[in-house]
């Protein structure tokens, strides 16, 4: 029983990391900007020859993740002539850390998202416009999120391994399907927030697939947060995004499919069916929104798009795609580079 618990406290943290900032990954160079609590962590790639009438991109991690977690779509981006930017909220990164306790109890999902905002809007004052948008995760969901309160507008959105706007409550279900030990182990760590992926097992078991290399586990490990923010998860469980309203909030609509949804085919997290209810969703709330003469934009049907695994398709303002093989980290997992290559293509047709 035991063995299959993967019981260990090695990889739990219970205060603030010290010592000096990591060096910042290669191709990337780092950035702080100053909010009211504390610096956060912005890494930057630009590009050597920057392609003409391409707008910047911001990444946003999700839960346990960092700006770190991009490093390898930032220097591909660059290496097509994108710049693109990624921000670490407070508790993870290089950015500012609350304390254990504060971290856990008292960080909300508006506090994140106003991390997040902070970078976004330091973006656009570097760049001198309107960004395109790129969430993971849990920074997905903050993605939406952000949209549909109004709090910034954008060129484009694509969203990765999402959390869907509509809650999450199947997410984490699917986690404790998954997990059996899920929560008696939560209750032996004493409702430490990283129970779920204390041990390398468990990380590769919910973030990865199967091919995913023991070296690069371990050092993806490194850089994950100490603690996490119940609140974050907690804020998502059910609906917190109009997907009108966040539709409405991403400009340029009529040049372009403005939203991507893309994920993994091995995603353990937010499977298929999520995926696609999602996809759902916005291609619903599009067509309403075109119906109603709120975008000004044609709404054309789904129509089946050439690209790696033949499982892509366009239509009602959506571009949906698949990572065939990838797990729930689809940007660092080993096909990380097919992910790489329809984001890119997603940027290049707004």
Excluded: C
């Amino acid at each position: 029983m035991f063995d299959s618990l993967y019981l260990s406290f090695q990889y739990l943290y219970w205060s603030r990391p010290s010592g000096p900032p990591a060096p910042a990954p290669d191709g990337t160079t780092r950035k702080f900007i100053s909010t009211p609590k504390g610096d956060l962590e912005i890494l930057v790639a630009k590009p050597a020859n920057p392609a003409p009438g391409t707008a910047p991109v911001v990444f946003l991690h999700g839960g346990m993740g960092s700006a770190w977690v991009w490093h390898e779509y930032m220097r591909f981006l660059a290496a097509h002539g994108i710049t693109s930017y990624a921000v670490s909220a407070r508790g993870h990164g290089e950015s500012w850390h609350p304390s254990y306790l504060r971290m856990l109890y008292t960080t909300s999902k508006r506090d994140l998202s106003d991390d997040f905002l902070a970078g976004i809007k330091a973006v656009q004052d570097w760049e001198g416009g309107d960004v395109v948008l790129v969430g993971h995760s849990s920074g997905g969901g903050l993605s939406q999120f952000l949209l549909s309160e109004g709090d910034v507008t954008v060129q484009g959105l694509a969203l990765l391994g999402s959390i869907p706007g509509s809650g999450s409550v199947a997410v984490n279900d699917n986690w404790t399907r998954l997990d059996r030990w899920f929560n008696l182990r939560l209750l032996l760590h004493f409702g430490h927030s990283n129970s779920p992926l204390s041990h390398p097992f468990l990380v590769k078991q919910v973030f990865f697939s199967d091919d995913y290399p023991e070296t690069k586990l371990a050092d993806f490990m490194s850089h994950m947060s100490r603690y996490e923010a119940f609140g974050w998860p907690l804020g998502m469980l059910f609906q917190f995004v109009d997907p009108k309203k966040a539709l409405l909030n991403i400009k340029g609509w009529g040049v372009g499919n403005r939203l991507l949804i893309m994920a993994g085919t091995e995603d353990k997290l937010m499977t298929k069916p999520i995926q696609k209810q999602s996809a759902e969703t916005y291609r619903t709330a599009f067509s309403e929104l075109v119906r109603e003469a709120a975008l000004e934009a044609k709404d054309e049907p789904i129509y089946n798009t050439p690209g790696e695994g033949d499982m892509d398709n366009i239509g009602h303002g959506v571009q949906f795609a698949w990572v065939p093989g990838a797990g729930h980290h689809l940007q660092n997992d080993t096909a990380w580079e097919v992910g790489a290559e329809k984001l890119l293509e997603f940027l290049r047709q707004l």
